[in-house]
């Protein structure tokens, strides 16, 4: 059973299409991390939520995590081409620098 | 932040040998990780890389088949021992800048990709 499970695990869109990956979870969490891989490249960390209910955005991407800290959801608004990659919710492993990653969602968006 | 090369950046190797990457970040850093992607799958942890002793393996990696050596602060190798197709994978090392942050932001380099024949 995964610690983190992603929902869903692929998506494919078209350009300007808004979309919500989720990161759930029966544990309780006091951080968790949304990081972005691209083809070829290394995870990159795009946000760390860190307080139930909070809402970050970056630009066109809303992260929020849940009340009670055991899930969390990336929306993206109009997607573009550039979004496309494999997104990745993080958590540490209790009282550890050890990161524990969900399952991933792959989106491809089409121009 | 951190710049984090590998090397090599991909390799096509035969069944029964064996591949040491190599990791270099351009500062010294205290947490050093090795995690495996499977294709089209998501991250897992390999082990933590200790300078100055023995790595810290996770559940299901032993040292025989994942020797790791950490003589510095700024680098690191992993051996793929023994190397079957289902070590087809990408190799990825990390580092935590902070060294003991708790959900602290981690760097990744490029990643290894490794093919067994």
């Known amino acids: 059973t995964q610690l983190l499970e992603q929902s869903p695990q692929f998506l494919s869109i078209q350009e300007g299409e808004n979309l919500t990956v989720y990161c759930n979870s029966s544990?309780?969490?006091?951080?968790l991390q949304w990081y972005r891989q691209e083809p070829g490249e290394g995870p990159v960390l795009l946000v760390t939520?860190?307080?139930?209910?909070e809402v970050k955005k970056l630009k066109r991407l809303t992260f929020q995590f849940g009340d009670a800290r055991k899930d969390s959801s990336l929306h993206i608004t109009a997607a573009q081409p550039g979004d496309t990659g494999l997104y990745l919710c993080a958590v540490a492993s209790y009282n550890t620098d050890k990161l524990i990653f969900g399952t991933g969602t792959r989106l491809q968006v089409f121009p | 932040s951190a710049v984090i090369s590998q090397k090599p950046s991909r390799d096509i190797c035969q069944r029964g040998t064996s591949l040491t990457i190599q990791c270099q970040v351009d500062s010294q850093v205290t947490m050093m990780f090795w995690y495996r992607q499977q294709p089209g799958q998501s991250l897992t942890l390999i082990a933590t890389a200790n300078q100055g002793s023995e790595a810290t393996y996770e559940s299901g990696f032993v040292i025989d088949k994942f020797p790791i050596s950490r003589p510095n602060l700024t680098f690191s190798t992993l051996t793929v021992s023994n190397m079957s197709p289902e070590d087809s994978s990408i190799y990825l090392c990390?580092?935590?800048?902070?060294?003991?942050?708790?959900?602290?932001?981690?760097?990744f380099g490029p990643g290894t990709r490794l093919l067994v024949l």
């Open positions: 544990s309780v969490f006091s951080s």
């Open positions: 990390s580092v935590g800048l902070l060294g003991g942050g708790y959900g602290e932001t981690q760097y």
């Open positions: 939520v860190v307080t139930g209910g």
